[in-house]
């Protein structure tokens, strides 16, 4: 008889794997993981309080604060994913055509935006538009765009652009241009190729990027408590409410979460029911006047106008920051910081709390969100639970986070032996999960079936298949997913503002440091910035390096 | 009228080139094939001529008219793509009009045009049906039905039928160019199968590694190969190596090796030059026992194998080469393996060509 020790672990593992009871098991831990600390925390807490939503009816004051509130998060998250899918097309279909080599950099250059936390990026932009002595407004002497809803529009449309970009460039490069290249040879013009064939095929992504950049408008907290001003949206109101703790603020609290979560969600399904369902207008054609904006010289408009608004209202505003670095390496600051006196040693402390949890939460999900991926991906439960699983799994990504985390801070209080940092920790599973379970199961989807069950024949067990076959394929996939919930993490706010009283994150701790006046100079600030994009620039390169070699 | 004419195009993809120096010249009503081995650019070619990809050198011209730098929808075409490319959210009525929408033809030609096209194809039953639901044959109709609807006068085919049961393939490449004749379209067909170029063309292009090799009637290819490779690559053929021993005024004399001596209609020759003689299996005469005839060289048969509508020998020559002979099965008399025999081809079928410096089988390599 062989003994496990002859083996090793990983025969040790294919052996059980061929084991139904085995297999079954990781599936129902993984399943429970979901249920018991993803999904279900973020969504009790609030129907715990439920009790509580009456007495925001009889504070009319409150209630239309609250009302104004989510009718402006819903309005500027609607604006913005347009505005995003207006813009980030083009700029899609110009990375897909890249005829230069230097349309490889403006690819990693989109991306910036994308994985420099928000917290940062609200405070660049604020200061590159509404700071009179620097940025933009220095050059008329005034704020051009003072904090409030015109100045959470910009931001929320820097930071969620990449994101729909980033989608747009995976369904461009999925596409057959063949569909393109017949249009054109029965006598379509470019644009009307692209209206009647390229566009209603790739309708489905198109959707998925307007509602992860709605998702992401909806719940962003960090960035857009800097840009607000005295303006509020659903997540500022929750923050403001958090902060002062004004009288009846825990019923507003519950109420503006749960229409929050239940709008979010009735939209979503929304989206996803009729989606597929909607019809690009196709059979009508205006020939002149599309072969008219086919010409060489609207292309080239197009094609400029794109690059303008990529570098002025996204690039630029988001490096801003960067600038005052600059002045604290000659002045003494970088110094300062480095030799971590003062506020610096919270800084530091703050850092390594947050890519602490980043890691952790990266890695807990890594290993439970597999099992579920497959699960989807390979529709092990039947068709119909599959699907279920599928659409729940996206629910903690389109919930605000703000309010995920308040439910999620309501929840654990009945369970008081829960540190604080445990609370931290799960705040962040929930937020980050979706992120890694979709982008995965998507891959292991694109796995065809084939090689799996050659794997089979040749007489490899379950994991061995897993090991050998899936995980190779899938391998940019999962360290995508893995780096994207990594900084998710790190730039995480609005639920961590939630979830915490003690300890503080980094954006926490930047939020508090812009919010209070006096705590820290504009410089300091900048610089505390400055590093976390720094650190996010290198999390890229490691990104961009596991990338290539893909294509 | 709708000739095309290519006047040194060269393609090249980075230090890939595609295609290298290609003239050629397409008459009008003709249907032309481009035939050769996977990835020797005859794909590359139509793609040029159809405007989908642009010519690092060169000219090409339709109808006379320089098209170089006419993007593929004003060039006046069909394309019929290899996966058909049926657009997945259109029903057949709407494929097969988009055509003539997009180039704002008046509504009642649209439907007249989409009517007659669907009719010609057999297809008026099926004009909901949504690509997805219809048979593979169904589709390549479809795919043909939209082509011409958008009335192009050229058709160009890239493995029209490639995709479908050989069965069906075989029924639908004669429709096609029954199709191609009766509109009076000229046609460019891209295949890598031999037979079905030769079935259906007139002419013929055979390419190799981004060259064309020889332009001909299917006929021309078969019999006068002027490229050892046209020789193999068009039917097929046993190869023999031999040195020129005697150049007569008509004929010469080759010696094969072991001191065979064997003759051919080939005045061209010098002396000593090394040359590979080809002969076609189907002309390779078979008879029992030893027999002396004009070029006979005796062997034996080391296999034999059914193939249906033929008999397929191979035997081995007494100086160790082998030759290959296909025979009508079901006329003539079978001969049994080890069978001692003679085997034998007539002068004027005996083709010559330059040994090839890189060796035979490098030459006539399909990849």
Same mark, same amino acid.
């Given at each position: 008889?062989?003994?496990?020790?002859?083996?090793?672990?990983?025969?040790?593992?294919?052996?059980?794997?061929?084991?139904?009871?085995?297999?079954?098991?990781?599936?129902?831990?993984?399943?429970?993981?979901?249920?018991?600390?993803?999904?279900?925390?973020?969504?009790?807490?609030?129907?715990?309080?439920?009790?509580?939503?009456?007495?925001?009816?009889?504070?009319?004051?409150?209630?239309?604060?609250?009302?104004?509130?989510?009718?402006?998060?819903?309005?500027?998250?609607?604006?913005?994913?347009?505005?995003?899918?207006?813009?980030?097309?083009?700029?899609?279909?110009?990375?897909?055509?890249?005829?230069?080599?230097?349309?490889? /950099?403006?690819? @990693? &250059? $989109?991306?910036?935006?994308? !994985?420099?936390? +928000?917290? *940062?990026?609200?405070?660049?932009? #604020?200061? %590159?538009?509404?700071?009179?002595?620097?940025?933009?407004?220095?050059?008329?002497?005034?704020?051009?765009?003072?904090?409030?809803?015109?100045?959470?529009?910009?931001?929320?449309?820097?930071?969620?652009?990449?994101?729909?970009?980033?989608?747009?460039?995976?369904?461009?490069?999925?596409?057959?241009?063949?569909?393109?290249?017949?249009?054109?040879?029965?006598?379509?013009?470019?644009?009307?190729?692209?209206?009647?064939?390229?566009?209603?095929?790739?309708?489905?992504?198109?959707? /998925?990027?307007? @509602? &992860? $950049?709605?998702?992401?408008? !909806?719940?962003? +907290?960090? *960035?857009?408590?800097?840009?607000? #001003?005295? %303006?509020?949206?659903?997540?500022?109101?929750?923050?403001?409410?958090?902060?002062?703790?004004?009288?009846?603020?825990?019923?507003?609290?519950?109420?503006?979460?749960?229409?929050?979560?239940?709008?979010?969600?009735?939209?979503?399904?929304?989206?996803?029911?009729?989606?597929?369902?909607?019809?690009?207008?196709?059979?009508?054609?205006?020939?002149?006047?599309?072969?008219?904006?086919?010409?060489?010289?609207?292309?080239?408009?197009?094609?400029?106008?794109?690059?303008?608004?990529?570098?002025?209202?996204? &690039?630029?505003?988001?490096?801003?920051?960067?600038?005052?670095?600059?002045?604290?390496?000659?002045? #003494?600051?970088?110094?300062?910081?480095?030799?971590?006196?003062?506020?610096?040693?919270?800084?530091?402390?703050?850092?390594?709390?947050?890519?602490?949890?980043?890691?952790?939460?990266?890695?807990?999900?890594?290993?439970?969100?597999?099992?579920?991926?497959?699960?989807?991906?390979?529709?092990?439960?039947?068709?119909?639970?599959?699907?279920?699983?599928?659409?729940?799994?996206?629910?903690?990504?389109?919930?605000?986070?703000?309010?995920?985390?308040?439910?999620?801070?309501?929840?654990?209080?009945?369970?008081?032996?829960?540190?604080?940092?445990?609370?931290?920790?799960?705040?962040?599973?929930?937020?980050?999960?979706?992120?890694?379970?979709?982008?995965?199961?998507?891959?292991?989807?694109?796995?065809?079936?084939?090689?799996?069950?050659?794997?089979?024949?040749?007489?490899?067990?379950?994991?061995?298949?897993?090991?050998?076959?899936?995980?190779?394929?899938?391998?940019?996939?999962?360290?995508?997913?893995?780096?994207?919930?990594?900084?998710?993490?790190?730039?995480?706010?609005?639920?961590?503002?939630?979830?915490?009283?003690?300890?503080?994150?980094?954006?926490?701790?930047?939020?508090?440091?812009?919010?209070?006046?006096?705590?820290?100079?504009?410089?300091?600030?900048?610089?505390?910035?400055?590093?976390?994009?720094?650190?996010?620039?290198?999390?890229?390169?490691?990104?961009?390096?596991?990338?290539?070699?893909?294509? | 009228?709708?000739?095309?004419?290519?006047?040194?195009?060269?393609?090249?993809?980075?230090?890939?080139?595609?295609?290298?120096?290609?003239?050629?010249?397409?008459?009008?009503?003709?249907?032309?094939?481009?035939?050769?081995?996977?990835?020797?650019?005859?794909?590359?070619?139509?793609?040029?001529?159809?405007?989908?990809?642009?010519?690092?050198?060169?000219?090409?011209?339709?109808?006379?008219?320089?098209?170089?730098?006419?993007?593929?929808?004003?060039?006046?075409?069909?394309?019929?793509?290899?996966?058909?490319?049926?657009?997945?959210?259109?029903?057949?009525?709407?494929?097969?009009?988009?055509?003539?929408?997009?180039?704002?033809?008046?509504?009642?030609?649209?439907?007249?045009?989409?009517?007659?096209?669907?009719?010609?194809?057999?297809?008026?039953?099926?004009?909901?049906?949504?690509?997805?639901?219809?048979?593979?044959?169904?589709?390549?109709?479809?795919?043909?039905?939209?082509?011409?609807?958008?009335?192009?006068?050229?058709?160009?085919?890239?493995?029209?039928?490639?995709?479908?049961?050989?069965?069906?393939?075989?029924?639908?490449?004669?429709?096609?160019?029954?199709?191609?004749?009766?509109?009076?379209?000229?046609?460019?067909?891209?295949?890598?199968?031999?037979?079905?170029?030769?079935?259906?063309?007139?002419?013929?292009?055979?390419?190799?590694?981004?060259?064309?090799?020889?332009?001909?009637?299917?006929?021309?290819?078969?019999?006068?190969?002027?490229?050892?490779?046209?020789?193999?690559?068009?039917?097929?053929?046993?190869?023999?190596?031999?040195?020129?021993?005697?150049?007569?005024?008509?004929?010469?004399?080759?010696?094969?090796?072991?001191?065979?001596?064997?003759?051919?209609?080939?005045?061209?020759?010098?002396?000593?030059?090394?040359?590979?003689?080809?002969?076609?299996?189907?002309?390779?005469?078979?008879?029992?026992?030893?027999?002396?005839?004009?070029?006979?060289?005796?062997?034996?048969?080391?296999?034999?194998?059914?193939?249906?509508?033929?008999?397929?020998?191979?035997?081995?020559?007494?100086?160790?080469?082998?030759?290959?002979?296909?025979?009508?099965?079901?006329?003539?008399?079978?001969?049994?393996?080890?069978?001692?025999?003679?085997?034998?081809?007539?002068?004027?079928?005996?083709?010559?060509?330059?040994?090839?410096?890189?060796?035979?089988?490098?030459?006539?390599?399909?990849?």
């Amino acid at each position: 008889m062989i003994t496990v020790k002859d083996w090793g672990l990983v025969r040790f593992l294919e052996v059980l794997s061929s084991k139904r009871s085995i297999r079954g098991l990781i599936y129902a831990c993984a399943v429970t993981f979901f249920f018991a600390l993803i999904l279900f925390p973020p969504i009790l807490g609030i129907l715990l309080k439920w009790n509580l939503i009456g007495q925001i009816f009889e504070n009319p004051a409150l209630m239309s604060r609250a009302t104004s509130a989510i009718y402006a998060s819903f309005a500027i998250a609607l604006f913005v994913s347009i505005i995003d899918i207006i813009a980030g097309l083009p700029m899609a279909w110009f990375i897909w055509r890249r005829k230069s080599k230097w349309l490889d /950099a403006l690819d @990693t &250059l $989109a991306d910036i935006p994308f !994985i420099v936390p +928000t917290v *940062a990026l609200g405070f660049s932009i #604020g200061l %590159f538009w509404s700071d009179e002595t620097q940025g933009i407004s220095s050059l008329f002497g005034a704020s051009l765009v003072s904090p409030g809803w015109l100045l959470i529009i910009l931001v929320h449309f820097v930071f969620s652009y990449p994101a729909v970009v980033r989608v747009m460039v995976g369904a461009l490069f999925d596409y057959e241009r063949t569909y393109e290249e017949a249009s054109k040879t029965l006598g379509a013009a470019p644009v009307t190729a692209d209206r009647t064939v390229t566009f209603p095929i790739l309708k489905l992504s198109f959707i /998925a990027a307007f @509602t &992860l $950049a709605f998702a992401r408008s !909806i719940s962003e +907290t960090g *960035a857009t408590v800097i840009a607000a #001003g005295t %303006f509020e949206n659903g997540p500022v109101l929750l923050n403001n409410l958090r902060t002062s703790q004004e009288l009846g603020y825990e019923s507003a609290l519950v109420f503006v979460s749960f229409i929050l979560i239940a709008v979010s969600c009735i939209i979503y399904a929304t989206i996803r029911i009729l989606g597929p369902k909607l019809k690009i207008p196709v059979r009508k054609v205006w020939p002149v006047a599309e072969r008219k904006l086919s010409s060489h010289g609207l292309t080239n408009l197009r094609n400029i106008s794109t690059l303008l608004v990529f570098f002025v209202l996204i &690039l630029i505003p988001s490096l801003f920051v960067a600038l005052p670095t600059v002045n604290a390496v000659l002045n #003494g600051t970088l110094n300062q910081a480095l030799s971590s006196t003062g506020i610096w040693q919270g800084y530091w402390q703050s850092i390594s709390l947050s890519y602490g949890i980043a890691f952790v939460a990266t890695l807990l999900n890594t290993i439970v969100g597999l099992p579920m991926a497959v699960l989807i991906a390979r529709k092990r439960l039947g068709g119909l639970p599959s699907t279920v699983l599928d659409v729940l799994v996206n629910i903690p990504m389109i919930v605000p986070s703000i309010a995920l985390g308040v439910s999620l801070s309501i929840f654990w209080s009945n369970f008081p032996f829960v540190p604080e940092i445990g609370l931290l920790l799960f705040a962040h599973l929930a937020i980050t999960y979706p992120y890694f379970v979709r982008s995965m199961s998507a891959a292991i989807e694109r796995v065809d079936m084939d090689l799996e069950e050659a794997s089979k024949t040749l007489g490899a067990k379950p994991f061995t298949v897993f090991r050998t076959i899936i995980l190779p394929l899938t391998k940019y996939s999962l360290f995508a997913g893995a780096i994207m919930m990594f900084t998710r993490s790190v730039g995480e706010t609005g639920a961590t503002v939630a979830v915490v009283s003690k300890l503080k994150t980094v954006p926490v701790l930047l939020v508090e440091w812009i919010k209070q006046t006096g705590l820290a100079t504009p410089m300091e600030i900048g610089l505390g910035c400055g590093f976390l994009i720094i650190l996010s620039f290198i999390i890229l390169l490691i990104l961009r390096g596991t990338v290539r070699g893909r294509h | 009228m709708p000739e095309v004419r290519l006047e040194n195009v060269t393609k090249k993809y980075g230090k890939i080139v595609a295609v290298e120096n290609v003239s050629l010249q397409v008459h009008d009503k003709e249907y032309f094939s481009l035939i050769g081995p996977s990835g020797c650019g005859k794909t590359t070619l139509l793609r040029l001529i159809a405007g989908l990809v642009q010519p690092s050198e060169g000219k090409i011209f339709i109808k006379n008219k320089l098209v170089t730098n006419i993007p593929p929808e004003n060039r006046e075409i069909g394309f019929v793509f290899q996966t058909y490319a049926l657009f997945p959210h259109m029903d057949v009525w709407n494929n097969v009009t988009y055509g003539p929408r997009v180039k704002a033809w008046d509504k009642e030609k649209s439907n007249r045009i989409g009517d007659e096209m669907l009719e010609m194809v057999l297809l008026r039953d099926r004009l909901n049906a949504y690509p997805r639901e219809l048979s593979g044959g169904m589709m390549q109709r479809v795919a043909l039905a939209r082509a011409l609807a958008a009335g192009a006068k050229l058709l160009l085919l890239d493995e029209p039928l490639g995709a479908l049961d050989a069965k069906i393939r075989f029924e639908l490449r004669y429709d096609v160019r029954k199709l191609v004749k009766d509109l009076g379209l000229t046609a460019i067909h891209v295949t890598h199968d031999q037979s079905e170029a030769m079935a259906i063309s007139d002419r013929i292009a055979v390419m190799k590694k981004g060259r064309i090799l020889q332009v001909g009637t299917p006929q021309e290819l078969y019999m006068k190969p002027q490229h050892i490779f046209v020789a193999n690559f068009i039917g097929e053929s046993n190869f023999l190596e031999g040195y020129v021993s005697k150049v007569a005024q008509k004929e010469i004399t080759i010696e094969l090796r072991g001191g065979i001596l064997v003759q051919a209609l080939d005045h061209k020759r010098k002396r000593e030059e090394k040359v590979a003689v080809a002969v076609r299996p189907e002309i390779l005469m078979i008879e029992k026992g030893k027999k002396r005839k004009e070029n006979s060289i005796f062997g034996k048969i080391e296999k034999r194998r059914f193939e249906g509508t033929s008999i397929r020998y191979e035997i081995r020559l007494e100086n160790g080469d082998l030759m290959v002979s296909v025979r009508p099965a079901l006329i003539e008399k079978w001969l049994d393996v080890q069978e001692k025999v003679t085997v034998s081809f007539p002068i004027e079928r005996t083709l010559i060509f330059t040994y090839p410096k890189k060796g035979l089988k490098e030459e006539l390599a399909l990849e």
